[in-house]
């Protein structure tokens, strides 16, 4: 089969359909941004406690990066537990950490309870390290996780590597077994179908223009110009993610766009991926310019990593397919003839201090700045932030932390300065 540009989870995945032709109603509880995993987790939840809501998204179901991840369903954050308790404390830390932890079984208790059909599957997540210092900080971190927030990892030294990854670049790896895989797509469009029954409706192919404060019937809410028409709701959830526009300027200078693109090969015989991946693990390395991969349900390598710092559009996609695989090969030399079956890209969001970020602004409510950790997060941050709506306080301690902007305010929401982070991260890399 020749290569194609095209996200390999769309082949093994049916989504739910919408009517093209049903008019937006004139009034909702709540309209929800964006029907990726948060969008839709959310609307699930705002649904089933009797709220009216409206899911409008500008493409379809899971368009955005819901679909076209790696389906890895992680433990913990993108920054390492030393940095966490350096900005926010060992209490609050402690929380995220549990928070983190919630998130898997939230996304479990859904696909059990939906019955999601997206092989989720508790397998495991392996880290691995590109320098000896690197898994020299492995021991350290397992003995704060274990000592401060009662959660086991594993640390794994480099003689006893093979049970792991068939693999003899790295110098050891730590195994987090809570962690978890998924098929992205299926548990997107399966979020979808739930979110449905429980009353929701979605409005794909329609784009939010411009949402204003307005009153209506003596009632303070919201204006939306829409593709499909205007609506009003009472409450309003951003769930843009890497995808935030102009429509919410003050959300979309807080976060950079940054593309992350994924190859995966023909289907493997079985030996051989067996020999690459003994245990079956979401694997990631320890680099700030990382790769991570996997093998799919039906034995494909799944490669990815940020080749280019640009969101995705048919050059960098294309530019990536070759990167990635020169990647693969220097990982798994096994992989030299294995043919490369599909590459596509995504758009991750990184808020400038690499945290999640969940509340309100300017009284919409919000959760973004997931940094290529959301699968899980998205899933439990759009149920926690409808159970904040509905009038609850459930425990979050994502709400309420600083989300700061760039530095001097030099960030209108055009990544300019793209090119110099992707050379920064390489220098990163190569002097720590
Ligand atoms: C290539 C790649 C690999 C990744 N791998 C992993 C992984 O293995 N594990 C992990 O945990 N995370 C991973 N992530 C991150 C994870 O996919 C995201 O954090 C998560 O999907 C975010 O979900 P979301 O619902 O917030 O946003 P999205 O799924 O991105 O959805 C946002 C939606 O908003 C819509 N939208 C935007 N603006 C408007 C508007 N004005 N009007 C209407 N609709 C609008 C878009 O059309 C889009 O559908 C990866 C991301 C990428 C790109």
């Known amino acids: 089969m020749a290569l194609q540009e095209k996200n390999y989870w769309l082949t093994t995945t049916e989504f739910p359909t919408t009517d093209p032709s049903q008019p937006l109603p004139e009034a909702v509880d709540v309209a929800i941004v964006g029907a990726g995993f948060t969008g839709l987790s959310a609307a699930r939840t705002c649904a089933?406690?009797?709220a009216r809501v409206a899911?409008?998204?500008s493409q379809t179901v899971g368009w955005g990066a819901s679909s076209r991840n790696g389906g890895m369903v992680l433990t913990g954050m993108k920054l390492g537990v030393d940095k966490l308790i350096k900005m926010y404390g060992r209490e609050r830390t402690k929380r995220m950490y549990e928070a983190s932890l919630a998130s898997i079984d939230c996304v479990e208790q859904i696909v059990n309870e939906e019955k999601i059909d997206c092989s989720f599957s508790r397998c495991g997540h392996l880290e691995v390290a590109c320098k000896q210092k690197h898994f020299d900080g492995y021991a350290r971190q397992a003995e704060v996780i274990d000592r401060d927030f009662d959660h086991k990892l594993?640390?794994?030294?480099?003689?006893?590597?093979?049970s792991e990854i068939g693999s003899a670049i790295y110098y050891g790896g730590m195994v987090d077994e809570v962690s978890a895989g998924c098929n992205p797509a299926a548990y997107v469009?399966?979020?979808g179908r739930a979110a449905i029954k429980a009353g929701a409706s979605i409005f794909e192919h329609t784009r939010v223009d411009s949402i204003?404060?307005?009153n209506r019937e003596g009632v303070t809410g919201w204006s939306f110009a829409t593709s499909r028409g205007p609506l009003w709701a009472h409450d309003v959830f951003i769930a843009t993610s890497g995808y935030t526009s102009?429509?919410?300027?003050e959300l979309q200078k807080k976060l950079i766009p940054i593309g992350s693109f994924i190859i995966t090969t023909e289907v493997l015989p079985a030996p051989l991926a067996r020999e690459l991946s003994p245990r079956n693990r979401m694997i990631y390395d320890s680099k700030n310019y990382l790769y991570y991969y996997r093998l799919t349900p039906d034995r494909r390598m799944l490669f990815g990593g940020r080749a280019a710092f640009f969101p995705e559009n048919d050059q960098t996609?294309?530019?990536?397919?070759?990167?990635?695989?020169r990647g693969m090969i220097q990982v798994y030399p096994q992989l030299r003839d294995a043919r490369i079956e599909y590459v596509w890209g995504g758009t991750l969001d990184f808020a400038f201090d690499i945290m999640p970020h969940a509340g309100q602004l300017d009284g919409m409510y919000y959760s973004v700045g997931y940094a290529g950790h959301g699968v899980a997060m998205a899933t439990y941050q759009g149920q926690k932030i409808a159970e904040m709506m509905a009038g609850d306080n459930p425990d979050n301690p994502f709400v309420g932390i600083p989300f700061p902007g760039a530095p001097?305010?030099?960030?209108?929401?055009?990544?300019?300065f793209l090119p110099f982070a992707g050379a920064w991260y390489k220098v990163l890399d190569w002097v720590s």
């Open 246 to 249: 102009s429509t919410t300027p």
């Open 408 to 416: 001097f305010g030099l960030y209108n929401g055009k990544p300019w």
């Open 212 to 214: 204003q404060r307005s």
């Open 317 to 325: 996609i294309r530019r990536s397919a070759e990167l990635l695989r």
């Open 55 to 57: 899911v409008l998204d």
């Open 154 to 162: 594993r640390v794994v030294p480099r003689h006893e590597l093979s």
């Open 48 to 50: 089933k406690r009797g």
């Open 189 to 191: 469009a399966g979020l």
